[in-house]
C-alpha cells in the first residue's frame, strides 16, 4: 500500500495532523511504516472522498479484538482474497463492508 506522510493524510481529509494522529490512537485508522525510510505514514487507501473509508475503523476493531498487530492488520487488508474477489481494503472502498467484516470476525479464529 502507499504511505501517505501524517500532513498528506491530513490534507487528503481536510484536517489537521493532530487530528489524524487522534484517528490513529481512536484506531479509525492504522499506521504503517515505509521500510525504505523507516517513517510512520497512513495507507492512501484508507481515505475516500475526504474521509475515513466506511467500516474501515469497525474493520480495525475487529482484527485489534483478535490480537493483530498494526502490520499484521495492514497485511490483513492488503492481502488477495478470491471469496471476494480482491483485497479487503478494496472491498470496503466499494461499499462492500459486511462482507469485509464478516471475514474479519473469523480472521482470529
Known sequence: MDLLTFD???LALGCRVTRVTQLIRDGDLVAGRDPETGRRGVPADMIIDGGVVKSLPAVITLLRDARYADEEILD????????LPGTPIQAL?????????????????
Open 76 to 83: 490483513w487488508l492488503a492481502r488477495e482474497d478470491d471469496s
Open 93 to 109: 472502498r466499494e461499499n462492500r463492508g459486511t462482507e469485509v467484516k464478516r471475514r474479519a470476525q473469523v480472521a482470529g479464529f
Open 8 to 10: 498528506e493524510a491530513a
